[in-house]
């Protein structure tokens, strides 16, 4: 039976039993749920049904989900069954059926599909827990033994392995596992499931969730902990579908099976060895297999490859891959010829692998090429290091020079902990505590900082209120004004100012937009209709298709059944309509004048301005800007029509209407049209412009980087932009004044000024530098590469003097501009070197001090200094070269990382 067969059978079983099929979400969580980095279960995207957040499509829900998980990432090739990615298929009841129908289906399937002889399969069931004050699952025991395994069969194991979890709160409860015994000649006669071994394979698992764990007090079953029984009894199951393949294809191991054989032949073939024949070799191939199929996939749902958050994990993945493949010998090149068969072996099921080829063909080569640069030096210089722990009997390597792998060559730590262990050595240091800097740095805050309990028992009463009263609806697509009547209130504290008060609102209807898609919540106020109660709306709480209001009282108090009016405050709502429709013309533009890999990646759409976080490997360059600029306001001055259209979600696909990766969509969608389309079609759930010259001018106020690969605009609109035009129009009037020349003239005015220093400044270093003439700097600046849309120089020079290398790095930063710079020279036995970068390279991640060091240890020295400057010195002259390559190889990982 083929994996696609799996998939369908399974899949259909339970299509046939009532459930509804859902296609499988994205790898990337919702922007809702901030859980977790990446899809990690089956029921994950299912989490708001499972919670009572959102309503399911239907009571009975089954399907086949892209999974992605790290924990086993070091034991992949190692293994038989081990995978960072797989596919996870499940089926799910919320309040319908529970242990009997699961445990009835499971059986079922089992015995009549996939065709197991009923004297080979055993289950595990929850034994019982004295801190959770729980017995034996009897129920369950008693289901299994009515359908006919026998209690030698049926093993109890303990909380640890058969009670499911979400965290230290919420729903929990138990759950059953089944197994395949393959034999005694896989083990022992007192092997068990559950235990370490391998003579049983679990491959599906029935979670029953019955409980919902809540903090407790004193004496509540002694782990401060109490479980009350849920509304609704629930059922979440999950079964491999990898491991099920090995099974029933009676494969050894699931690299065997069909998805990742062509996989393993394709390794076999570019590397011309043979799987089977050592351990390394089949390591080398089953990583590489496994990888491709997850950067596949990732890069496919929208993830780039970055220095954080899920880009790292991807990072982290593909380099592994990277290094890997140079073991086994692989040309440069190889990862796309990996994509490729992906794509062959599962776009029939997933055809966003086939749609998204481009964009995922371009990060993996530019990954290859860039990581390949590096990965040699890299290598080269780990070996180094073992080598000395070798000779100086030591067993471990300090987390600096881990660091400085990591810094310097783009090695993941955890990459050069696994090269490590291989060697029988570890890691001593905190390498956290060196990583912390860069990670304040470039994690993006979330939250208020509030504190754990504060933040929970928040939740709490905002998950109460909302079941005291039906579902908010919304009407702020129709009207800014809503006659309405209070369902719920709740007092949460003192406000703002002195004598107000704060409380949770629930409204029958609302006109106030509640945050989403990176807009912001709308502001306005709630007044009774005697005019004795008024208060100011500061923020809206979404919770899936419900909300709260969160106001601040300035007279009187509010209560539950009193009517009131709700007023959105006009001014603030159209300037964040506007820039919400202009974020949808920036992607537009962005997709046509770079390319279509261009995706969101992020995003603010407030009153005062918008910022759009786009996947794009380098800065842009003046004319683009200005291109994009042009276009987008070209679009608004011929005001087009701006219409918010229902349909079904493949409906608004095929009409090619761009999607947020990580958004989760039911079967019909609101997609958000420009013009006739054919300028852009959105998913999308905010408010918009009625036409486009609503938006007024549009003027990009920035674009810089905001993480590796992605890239951020800032841009303003309407009176925000007319003011910047006005303050640029006054500096530019005070500018030609000082130059007493007219405003169109001023320009030139400074061009002229600018090219009269660079003629005086070159006379004077001219006469000082002592033998570094003009004609020097005019080569090296010539010299100069271009680096992932950066100069940089690197090169050994003749002067005489550390001062005279100084001076000259200065001329010739004079005459590049935004630059890295490498100089060195060898005098009297000494090396002396330096390193210029400017300010927006070090925003990039090149810091002088580092690249310095990088270099000086080839020499025999250190240094440091500045992120924009440093110095070094060494004394070993004969290895400058070898010095200036490791400094421009650390530059160029630091630009493409």
């Not at 898609?517 to 923020?539: K, L």
Request: hydrophobic share 35%; aromatic share 6%; with cysteine.
């Amino acid at each position: 039976m083929t994996s696609d067969e799996i998939r369908e059978r399974f899949l259909s079983f339970f299509e046939e039993r009532g459930h509804k099929r859902i296609p499988s979400a994205s790898l990337v969580p919702s922007a809702n749920d901030p859980s977790a980095l990446l899809t990690v279960a089956g029921m994950h995207p299912l989490k708001p049904y499972f919670l009572g957040q959102e309503k399911p499509p239907a009571p009975r829900l089954t399907s086949c989900q892209k999974v992605f998980r790290t924990v086993d990432i070091d034991n992949v090739g190692n293994t038989s069954r081990h995978l960072t990615f797989f596919e996870m298929l499940g089926n799910f009841s919320f309040g319908d059926y529970f242990k009997e129908g699961a445990i009835e289906y499971a059986w079922t399937l089992s015995r009549e599909v996939f065709g197991f002889d009923a004297a080979d399969i055993w289950v595990t069931v929850f034994e019982g827990d004295d801190a959770l004050g729980l017995g034996p699952d009897e129920e369950a025991i008693e289901r299994w033994l009515e359908i006919g395994v026998p209690p030698e069969r049926i093993v109890r194991c303990p909380r640890s392995e058969n009670f499911w979890e979400a965290g230290p709160t919420g729903p929990c409860g138990p759950c059953s596992e089944l197994y395949i015994d393959r034999g005694v000649e896989y083990g022992l006669p007192e092997d068990l499931p559950g235990g370490d071994n391998e003579r049983f394979l679990e491959y599906w698992n029935l979670v029953f969730m019955q409980y919902d764990q809540r903090q407790g007090g004193p004496g509540t079953n002694g782990a401060g902990s109490v479980l009350r029984p849920l509304p609704a009894n629930n059922i979440d199951t999950g079964l491999g579908l990898n491991r099920l393949a090995a099974i029933l294809q009676q494969k050894e191991t699931v690299f065997e099976t069909d998805q990742f054989a062509p996989l393993i032949e394709l390794g076999e073939t570019l590397s011309g060895r043979s799987y089977g024949s050592e351990h390394a070799t089949d390591r080398a191939l089953r990583i590489l297999a496994d990888h491709a199929r997850a950067m596949t996939f990732l890069t496919a749902d929208g993830v780039v490859p970055s220095n954080e958050d899920r880009g790292y994990v991807l990072r982290r993945v593909m380099r592994r891959a990277i290094q890997q493949g140079r073991n086994l010998g692989l040309e440069p090149g190889f990862l796309t010829r990996y994509s490729a068969l992906v794509r062959e072996v599962m776009g029939k099921t997933y055809p966003e692998l086939y749609e998204q080829a481009e964009v995922t063909d371009m990060w993996l080569a530019t990954e290859e090429e860039s990581f390949g640069r590096t990965l040699a030096q890299g290598m080269a210089t780990l070996r180094e290091h073992i080598d000395r722990a070798r000779d100086e009997g030591s067993q471990t390597i300090a987390a600096e020079e881990v660091f400085r792998l990591h810094d310097t060559f783009g090695f993941p730590r955890e990459m050069t902990e696994e090269l490590l262990a291989e060697e029988g050595l570890t890691v001593a240091g905190d390498f956290e505590e060196l990583m912390s800097e860069q990670r304040r740095r470039g994690r993006v805050a979330v939250g208020s900082g509030g504190s754990t309990d504060t933040a929970g028992h928040r939740e709490e009463i905002v998950g109460e209120l909302l079941g005291e009263a039906e579902p908010t609806r919304f009407t702020g697509y129709e009207t800014k004004e809503q006659d309405t009547t209070i369902g719920a209130v709740q007092d949460v504290g003192g406000g703002a100012h002195e004598g107000g008060r704060r409380l949770l609102v629930k409204l029958a209807e609302s006109p106030f937009y509640a945050p989403g898609g990176g807009q912001v919540a709308d502001s306005g106020t709630i007044e009774c209709d005697d005019g004795d109660c008024r208060a100011r709306v500061t923020d809206v709480i979404r919770r899936g298709e419900d909300q709260l209001v969160e106001v601040e009282l300035d007279a009187g108090t509010l209560h539950p059944g009193e009517h009131v009016h709700a007023r959105v405050d006009r001014r603030t709502r159209h300037a964040t309509e506007a820039n919400h429709t202009a974020t949808h013309l920036l992607q537009a533009a962005l997709r046509e004048r770079l390319g279509s890999h261009i995706r969101q990646a992020g995003s603010y759409v407030g009153p005062d301005k918008l910022r759009f976080d786009f996947s794009h490997g380098q800065g842009l360059g003046a004319e683009e800007l200005r291109d994009i600029e042009d276009r987008v306001n070209e679009w608004i001055s011929r005001n087009d029509p701006v219409r918010a259209i229902t349909t079904t979600l493949d409906e608004a696909k095929g009409l090619g209407a761009m999607a947020l990766f990580g958004e989760k969509y039911g079967e019909v969608v609101r997609m958000v049209e420009v013009g006739a389309g054919e300028d852009s079609r959105e998913l999308c759930g905010g408010t918009h412009v009625r036409y486009t010259a609503e938006i007024g001018p549009f003027r990009i106020l920035s674009e810089t980087s905001s993480s590796a690969n992605v890239r951020r605009i800032e841009a303003v609109t309407g009176p925000a932009a007319v003011e910047l035009l006005r303050i640029h129009d006054a500096l530019l009037g005070e500018i030609a004044e000082q130059l007493r020349t007219r405003p169109e003239q001023a320009t030139a005015a400074v061009r002229r000024l600018a090219e009269e220093r660079r003629r005086l400044e070159k006379e004077l270093a001219s006469a000082t530098a002592g033998g570094g003439g003009g004609t020097e700097v005019e080569e090296l600046a010539a010299a100069a590469r271009e680096v992932a849309g950066a100069k940089v120089l690197a090169s050994a020079v003749e002067v005489p003097d550390a001062k005279a290398l100084l001076e000259l790095a200065d001329r010739v930063k004079g005459k590049l501009g935004d630059a890295a710079i490498l100089l060195g020279t060898a005098v009297d036995g000494r090396v002396h070197l330096i390193v210029s970068v400017a300010p927006d390279l070090v925003a990039r991640g090149v810091k002088a001090g580092a690249i310095v060091k990088s270099a000086a240890a080839l020499v025999g020295g250190g240094g440091g200094g500045r992120d924009t400057m440093a110095q070094a010195g060494g004394r070993d002259p004969e290895k400058l070269d070898e010095a200036i390559a490791a400094g421009a190889a650390a530059i160029e990982a630091a630009l493409n990382g």
